[in-house]
């Protein structure tokens, strides 16, 4: 193989050389309008980059109000518009956080300020519901007693009502037997009256008898003393006729005396018997009475034992709700706390 000549090889490696020459001197022009542009480049993302550091910084320490107000190009115009907004929503959404919670706690503090005024109230109302149960049972026992009582009453009513009937029967029998004595203590007086008038008669025949037979002389001697001895019964008759009227006026006195008392005493059994009437009726009243009371306490008894314990429950249910709106208070305080960390701005 030749060689070509050496000044055609120099030529050729100056040409060689001029064209890597051309070629460094293209790169380094596009390198160095590169680096301009670059330089000229990271300035607006520079600052952008420090404006969002900073704003984040501030955003992370708890300022919701930060913005970031530095001018920035273009192109990072909407982050910074972006991040303005996301900031006052955060801002606005924390403050409404805020405000809640301040009202929470308002809340929370009446809820719990009532809830204790009620459960006191309820605690007093239960133990009145106690003693009001604890009265009902003994006003129920001395009602149902005397309920008890008034029925026993009630029977022994009724049966001194029957003995004052009863009696009443028989102060009237007795009464019609006095009257039937005193009609009888009439006839014998009345008879008695003719038993005298024969013996007043008899005498007067006798006295005649023995007139005659003194006339008559030695013959009517023996008709003499049969008239005398008749005369003698005739007397005796009438006295004793006249002591039988004493006595039958003294039986009719004390006959009439007695009827009058025993018709008193029928007039007295029939007030009594009218009396122990009405009163029977007020007990048997009062005994239907003291067993509906019985009743309708039993009934109250157990509509408060009802409410008693439906209380007790109540006064379980507030100490669990206050327990309740104690915890809560607590986690609103703590959620103020933790509110507390963060500035809006307002």
């Given amino acids: 193989m030749k060689r070509a000549p050496r000044s055609r090889q120099r ?5 060689k050389y001029h064209d890597y020459d051309s070629e460094i001197s293209d790169l380094l022009g596009e390198c160095g309008f590169k680096i301009v ?16 550091q900073l704003a984040l910084s501030e955003l992370a320490g708890g300022n919701l109000a930060a913005q970031i107000v530095t001018a920035l190009a273009d192109e990072f115009d909407s982050l910074r518009q972006n991040f303005n907004m ?5 801002s606005s959404v924390m403050l409404g956080v805020v405000e809640h919670t301040a009202t929470i706690q308002n809340e929370t503090a009446e809820i719990s300020q009532a809830s204790d005024d009620l459960s006191r109230r309820t605690e007093q109302q239960a133990a009145t519901l106690e003693e009001t149960a604890a009265a009902i049972d003994e006003l129920t026992a001395s009602v149902r007693s005397a309920s008890e009582l008034s029925a026993l009453a009630s029977k022994m009513v009724a049966d001194a009502k029957q003995s004052a009937e009863k009696s009443g029967v028989i102060v009237r029998d007795a009464v019609k037997a006095m009257n039937e004595i005193a009609d009888s203590s009439s006839k014998i007086s009345r008879i008695t009256g003719v038993i005298d008038e024969i013996a007043f008669q008899t005498n007067l025949l006798a006295l005649n008898a023995g007139v005659e037979a003194a006339r008559a002389g030695e013959a009517g001697r023996g008709f003499a003393v049969v008239a005398s001895e008749v005369r003698a019964l005739a007397q005796r008759s009438s006295e004793a006729a006249r002591e039988i009227a004493e006595l039958i006026a003294a039986s009719s006195s004390q006959v009439t005396r007695g009827v009058g008392l025993v018709g ?8 009594i018997d009218a009396a122990v009437s009405q009163i029977h009726l007020r007990v048997a009243e009062i005994a239907t009475s003291s067993r509906e009371q019985a009743t309708g306490l039993a009934e109250i008894n157990l509509a408060v034992n009802q409410l008693d314990q439906v209380t007790q ?3 379980a249910m507030f100490e669990q709700t206050n327990a309740a709106t104690a915890n809560l208070t607590r986690e609103a305080v703590e959620l103020a706390r933790s509110t507390s960390l963060f ?4």
């Fill in 37 to 52: 542009k670059y330089a000229t480049d990271s300035t607006p993302r520079r600052k952008a980059i420090d404006a969002m």
């Fill in 86 to 90: 996301a900031s006052e929503q955060l």
């Fill in 264 to 271: 008193q005493a029928g007039q007295a059994l029939e007030v």
């Fill in 313 to 315: 429950q109540n006064a």
């Fill in 343 to 346: 500035r809006t701005g307002s």
């Fill in 11 to 15: 030529h050729d490696l100056y040409a």
